[in-house]
């Protein structure tokens, strides 16, 4: 079974959220908030494909392109002065000239009414209202998106161009840097192949064969910890990461043999943290888990807990609206019947064999190791998974008995 880091924190983040993609097969919407990372790997692709002096640059020309593609080559220029006015209020909070009443600064200026009284008295709110009236006719920002001071369409161009020129200066250089978005694989050893593409694929120093791999997060948080960067399942992937199979053969691909580190990269921030080791137990006991889960259809939305947790979600509609909530397929009958059935025939095999015999030891490990496998392979209904299930179990058992 094959499974993509991507769609492994979907099932992670809500299983319905995956279902509706991966099963309904529904089209994701659009989103503004997607606009600044693919504004970004656009921007890097751009600028390490040697087509633009530097990020900020390129980043500005995926902009250029996008708006030209939407019909509206002036709005660039739009959004550029937005970006320049809105940097201009921001830059009065960071530099502590608008501050909270006790002096302190404030976490998070946008959300202030200061912030608000400045954007409506530069004009701000009125010029960010008809850049989202633009977005919405162009079906990029839901007609029931929250009254903000400005614009959403605004704020993604400047948070895109503001990370490109924070991060600029600490990224690799154009001549170490060997690929960006490089697809690879992880095998488990759980009858699971992980993939997934590293952001980008940097030489180390000092070592012909190894590899540094970036990985590349675009969440809108105000801090970051190295904890909580060595827990993302994106990095311990990226440590595991082998180069595709069928690419390695093909002229000019991106290999390696050893991933000697891997990057974290948080560009709201521009915090980098690097790690050598990382826990694949931990990795491994994940994927096999959701594995089972996608198997059976397991699925169990997010929005039991309430609407709240449902907030930012490009499907709130599907799930929330009119009778929608009712018909929500959680669990698929007929695999949670499958799999009891298959449960009782082995325990049926179990008692039968009893533990008298001096075959029976034997062939109860066996038992033992097929159940473990078919579990792992999420009771499969198809023979041709069935029996790789079978052989897995086996070997499994050969290999404990060396
Ligand atoms: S709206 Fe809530 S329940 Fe529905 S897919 Fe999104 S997070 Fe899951």
New binding site residues.
């Given amino acids: 079974m094959d499974v993509s880091v991507k769609d492994l924190r979907t099932y992670a ?8 993609e991966r099963r309904a097969g529904l089209m994701r919407p659009q989103t503004i908030a997607a606009l600044v990372p693919a504004a970004i790997r656009a921007g890097l692709a751009f600028f390490y494909g040697g087509h633009a002096n530097d990020l900020p640059a390129s980043v500005g020309l995926v902009w250029q392109d996008w708006c030209e593609g939407w019909g509206e080559a002036s709005l660039a220029r739009d959004l550029a002065e937005y970006a320049i006015g809105r940097a201009k209020i921001l830059n009065l909070f960071a530099t502590g000239h608008v501050h909270r009443p006790d002096g302190g600064r404030y976490a998070v200026p946008e959300m202030t009414n200061e912030y608000r009284t400045r954007m409506h008295e530069a004009g701000l709110t009125h010029r960010g209202h008809k850049l989202d009236e633009f977005a919405r006719t162009h079906k990029l920002l839901p007609s029931d998106e929250d009254d903000r001071p400005g614009s959403a369409m605004g704020d993604a161009f400047a948070k895109s161009m503001a990370s490109a020129e924070r991060v600029a200066p600490d990224l690799p250089a154009r001549d170490v840097v060997l690929g960006w978005q490089v697809p690879f694989q992880v095998d488990l050893g759980i009858g699971v192949h992980l993939t997934g593409a590293a952001d980008l694929v940097v030489q180390a120093a000092n070592d012909p064969s190894g590899v540094v791999l970036e990985v590349h997060d675009f969440e809108e948080l105000t801090w970051i910890r190295a904890g909580l960067a060595g827990r993302d399942l994106r990095v311990i992937a990226a440590s595991l990461a082998q180069p595709m199979p069928s690419l390695d053969r093909s002229e000019g691909a991106v290999t390696w043999e050893r991933v000697g580190q891997v990057s974290f990269r948080h560009w709201p921030t521009g915090q980098a943290f690097t790690f050598r080791e990382t826990n694949s137990g931990h990795l491994a006991g994940l994927v096999a888990a959701i594995a089972r889960g996608m198997r059976h259809h397991v699925v169990i ?4 807990t309430g ?1 709240d ?2 907030r ?9 609206e009119g009778a929608n909530w009712d018909t ?1 397929p959680l669990i698929d009958e007929g695999m949670l019947g499958y799999a009891s059935d298959l449960h009782n025939v082995t325990q049926r095999i179990q008692q039968a064999l009893g533990s008298e015999r001096p075959e029976s030891g034997r062939m109860l490990t066996a038992l033992h190791e097929l159940d473990e496998a078919l579990q792992l392979a999420g009771a499969p209904t198809d023979q041709a998974d069935l029996l790789s299930a079978v052989r897995h179990g086996l070997e499994e058992m050969d290999r404990n008995e060396l």
Avoid at 15 to 20: D, G, R, Y
Avoid at 301 to 304: E, I, M, Y
Avoid at 312 to 320: A, K, L, M
């Fill in positions: 983040r809500c299983p319905l959220e995956w279902f509706w939305p997010r929005a039991v609407y947790d449902c930012p979600c490009v499907y709130r509609e599907h799930c929330w929500l």
